[in-house]
Nanobody, 129 residues
């Protein structure tokens, strides 16, 4: 059974940083494109970042460009998303997702969430101004 478990969310002050973790079980994440999405209340889920499994390319979308770093730790079967200079508009539930049915795939675009077949339950980020 495949599971993705996110952690690292919480309450932070604007301008601070945090690192979100996504740990996989039942799947080897270094063979999967892994994306991070976020959803604010009343808004659609949006793609934030993705790490390609084909060439290791890092993709960032929207307002996190220049403030985010996605990385992988194969020894822990984990993918991380570090967010710097957090803003109130960064608040929301952050989800990681993986494309496991097609190993070593590239990342879909930011609106390609339907291409991911495995999702975590999310971790909430609250940013106070």
């Amino acid at each position: 059974q495949v599971q993705l478990v996110e952690s690292g969310g919480g309450l932070v002050q604007a301008g601070e940083s945090l690192t979100l973790s996504c740990v996989g079980s039942g799947v080897t994440l270094d063979r999967a494109a892994v994306g991070w999405f976020r959803q604010a209340p009343g808004k659609e889920r949006e793609g934030v970042s993705c790490l390609s499994a084909s060439d290791g390319r890092r993709n960032y979308w929207g307002s996190v460009k220049g403030r985010a770093t996605i990385s992988r730790d194969n020894s822990r079967n984990a993918v991380y998303l570090r967010l710097n200079s957090l803003r109130p508009e960064d608040a929301g539930t952050y989800y990681c997702a993986a494309i496991t049915f097609r190993p070593y795939s590239d990342c879909p675009g930011p609106s390609g969430r339907h291409e991911y077949d495995q999702w975590g339950l999310g971790t909430q980020v609250i940013v106070s101004s």
